[in-house]
């Protein structure tokens, strides 16, 4: 069975001029069969990243370890670089 699987968002600034950017990220991964961790929520038990060796799901990764690989924060960070603002 084919388990990959992918969390993906997109990002829309417009700035004081009208000016549009478009940003999105992914975050790769697969669905494991067996849902594990109490962090995040919705597929996160069940969803195994590709980032990591280690084979935890999101659910189990601290805070940090998350928006470090997650898709929104890797939608967030393309933004922030572009409008020149901190991430």
């Known amino acids: 069975e084919d388990r990959a ?5 997109a990002i829309a600034y417009i700035d ?7 940003r999105e990220a ?23 990243p590709a980032d990591l060796a280690d084979g935890r799901t ?8 998350k928006h470090s690989i997650s898709h929104r924060g890797r939608a967030a960070r393309a933004i922030a670089e572009e409008i020149g603002s901190p991430s």
């Open 5 to 9: 699987a992918a969390y993906v968002c």
């Open 16 to 22: 004081e001029d009208g000016v549009e950017l478009v």
């Open 26 to 48: 992914r975050c790769e991964g697969a669905l494991t069969d067996d849902p594990r961790g109490d962090g995040g929520f919705g597929y996160d038990p069940a969803f195994v």
């Open 58 to 65: 999101m659910a189990e990764l601290s805070p940090a370890e």
